[in-house]
């Protein structure tokens, strides 16, 4: 049994069931709220917690499947360029709602941070969770946060835009696709995405856009609005 669960293809054919598990139950629901990724997640704490198998055999595998992260992500580009005429017609408004979104969103994670008493090293930990993981894990070393909380926070924070998203989308009777993929985009990263591209290509290409420029503004404004915020605290 040890020799299967410490072999790097136990991770890998985990992690494919587990997510084939989650995209079947979604598809039978045809409910948001059991994302995919979700019940994936919980199938495989359950599995390793039930056969009390360890982390670090699993992420020997789990490794492989990140590797390809990085391309997955870059990938996303490719509805971007089909749209991109889109993009300069609406380059003002979309840098600006980006970039608003940023300073908003970042300054909103240091002061419910501090209202709730959340050590520095959690909160720097926090503020990229609504940026792709790539981006966001780069962004946790140089604010000297905990990468593993950093990863939890993003996928949790696509996860809950992707479900919510489409519910706020309807509820405030918008009609404009383009504002709705450049929102999702910006709080939802690629997680949120893919399910802008499953509404539309329209969506998907804004939500695409704006994930890689809301990504790279966080690159050079988090590092500015925590030392603001230390200055100011302390």
Known sequence: MNEITHSPVFGVLLSLIAYETGTYINQKSKLSIFNPLLIAIAIVIVFLTKLNISYESFNAGGQLISFFLYPATIALALPMYKRFSLFRENALPILTSVLCGNVCGMTFVILSSKLFGISDVLTRSLIPKSITTPIGI????????????TVAAIILTGIIGSVLGPVLYRLFKMDDRVAFGIAIGASSHAIGTARAMELGEIEGAMSSLTMAVSGITTVFLAPVIWNAFVVFFH
Do not use: D, N, W
Not at 138 to 149: D, H, K, M
């Open 138 to 149: 780069a962004v946790s070393q140089q604010l000297e946060g905990i990468q593993s909380v």
